[in-house]
Antibody
Framework: QVQLAQSGAEVKKPGASVNVSCKAS????????MHWVRQAPGQGLEWMGI????????FYAQNLQGRVTMTRDSSTNTVYMELSSLRSEDTAVYYC????????????????WGQGTLVTVSS | SSELTQDPAVSVALGQTIRITCRGD??????ASWYQQKPGQAPLLVMYATDNRPSAIPDRFSGSNSGNTASLTITGTQAEDEADYYC???????????FGGGTRLTVL
């Protein structure tokens, strides 16, 4: 079935980097843009960025510019999100999600979502 | 502006109807999607392109839009509908997708 399987939980020290992976199966991964979304403990969803099917175009949330990098590997149907210079505020569950769109009306939606990866930043 | 505003919390009696709203300038031009999130679970798409329901979502869920406000309506609310609900819409002037702050639905 259509699913996204993410890598396991991580514990990092402030200033370090983390790389989260998301492997797709059950659908044409190479046809879709991919989003990353995070959720801090007890908080709402925060959009982080999106990467195109060929991996050469990515757009990032302004507050993460310079610290986040999204890449993808078509040979393994996997997308990656690296976040550097980690601080305690980056402690969150990180989700990948598949982008869908329709030009009439102008609509975009996220489906499916990965199961989430908890990243804890602590000294 | 890319900001989307939701009421933080709403409640509904079992079997009754509840409308959850999402307001933002981008909704005048682009369609909203809606996500249900239960504790400890990943978000689940429940409505897309304003009023389209994924096949696995019960037909008691419906969506609509009027001006700058998108709505998710649950008719005949069930106990299992208790969850957080988030709207999302692309910003009209940049490559940014905003989430609303979320609405916690309590079923009484």
């Amino acid at each position: 079935q259509v699913q996204l399987a993410q890598s396991g939980a991580e514990v990092k020290k402030p200033g370090a980097s983390v790389n989260v992976s998301c492997k797709a199966s059950g659908y044409a991964f190479t046809n879709h843009w991919m989003h990353w979304v995070r959720q801090a403990p007890g908080q709402g969803l925060e959009w982080m960025g999106i990467i195109n099917p060929t991996g050469d175009i990515a757009f990032y949330a302004q507050n993460l510019q310079g610290r986040v990098t999204m890449t993808r590997d078509s040979s393994t149907n996997t997308v990656y999100m690296e976040l550097s210079s980690l601080r305690s505020e980056d402690t969150a569950v990180y989700y990948c999600a598949t982008d869908h769109s329709n030009s009439k009306p102008n609509a975009w939606w996220f489906d499916p979502w990965g199961q989430g990866t908890l990243v804890t930043v602590s000294s | 502006s890319s900001e989307l505003t939701q009421d933080p919390a709403v409640s509904v009696a079992l079997g009754q109807t509840i409308r959850i709203t999402c307001r933002g300038d981008s909704l005048r031009s682009y369609s909203a999607s809606w996500y249900q999130q239960k504790p400890g679970q990943a978000p689940l798409l429940v409505m897309y392109a304003t009023d389209n329901r994924p096949s696995a979502i019960p037909d008691r869920f419906s969506g609509s839009n009027s001006g700058n406000t998108a709505s998710l309506t649950i008719t005949g609310t069930q106990a299992e509908d208790e969850a957080d609900y988030y709207c999302n819409c692309r910003d009209t002037s940049s490559n940014y997708w905003a989430f609303g702050g979320g609405t916690r639905l309590t079923v009484l």
